[in-house]
Antibody
Framework: EVQLLESGGGLVQPGGSLRLSCAAS????????MSWVRQAPGKGLEWVSG????????YYADSVKGRFTISRDNSKNTLYLQLNSLRDEDTAVYYC???????????????WGQGTLVTVSS | QSALTQPASVSGSPGQSITISCTGT?????????VSWYQQYPGKAPKVMIY???KRPSGVSNRFSGSKSGNTASLTISGLQAEDEADYYC??????????FGGGTKLTVL
């Protein structure tokens, strides 16, 4: 059974930093690209970032480019998201999601974690 | 990265069929880009209902179907049931190595 378990969320001041983790199990982690998707309170889903199986490619939404860094440790089956220079508008539940699909244009999110809440406030 | 356009809400009675549209630009829905659809209950993680435009994952009811015409993708739910009441989101790969979601549609079963 595929499981994705996020951690690391919490309350942080504007301009601060946080690192999110996502522990994966139930599949061969290194064989799949992974992603982070966020949802602000009462709002819709927003794709944030993605990373290929062996970290050779990383992808970012314009809203977080230069502030967030995605990475993974295949030896630990863990995905990370480093959040720097946080803003009020980064407040959201952050979901870890597994990509699946034969090629990038067909990738969809086939499994999701339960999410971790990041609150940016002074 | 503009969001795909979905109606804010749709409604239907049990047993009826409803369709949720998802409209983008030609760059959103290039010939090789196919939409996925997600169902989300309040306070829960999203769940994939349709991928690659029209394929259903194992375990998803065949009452859910997906299609595409031009720059509009659609999710149709037939034989509407109370348990279908949820938020639905479309998502597409965009030709700049990014992904974009629709704004979401709240489905109400009357």
């Amino acid at each position: 059974e595929v499981q994705l378990l996020e951690s690391g969320g919490g309350l942080v001041q504007p301009g601060g930093s946080l690192r999110l983790s996502c522990a994966a199990s139930g599949f061969t982690f290194r064989n799949f690209a992974m992603s982070w998707v966020r949802q602000a309170p009462g709002k819709g889903l927003e794709w944030v970032s993605g990373i290929s199986g062996y970290s050779d490619y990383t992808y970012y939404a314009d809203s977080v480019k230069g502030r967030f860094t995605i990475s993974r440790d295949n030896s630990k089956n863990t995905l990370y998201l480093q959040l720097n220079s946080l803003r009020d508008e980064d407040t959201a539940v952050y979901y870890c999601a597994k990509f699946d699909g034969a090629r990038i244009q067909l990738w969809s999110f086939d499994y999701w974690g339960q999410g971790t809440l990041v609150t940016v406030s002074s | 990265q503009s969001a795909l356009t979905q109606p804010a809400s749709v409604s239907g009675s049990p047993g009826q069929s409803i369709t949720i549209s998802c409209t983008g630009t030609s760059s959103d829905f290039g010939s090789n880009n196919l939409v996925s659809w997600y169902q989300q209950y309040p306070g829960k993680a999203p769940k994939v209902m349709i991928y690659e435009g029209s394929k259903r994952p194992s375990g998803v009811s065949n009452r859910f179907s997906g299609s595409k015409s031009g720059n509009t993708a659609s999710l149709t739910i037939s034989g509407l049931q109370a348990e279908d009441e949820a938020d639905y989101y479309c998502c597409s790969y965009v030709n700049s190595d990014t992904w974009v979601f629709g704004g979401g549609t709240k489905l109400t079963v009357l």
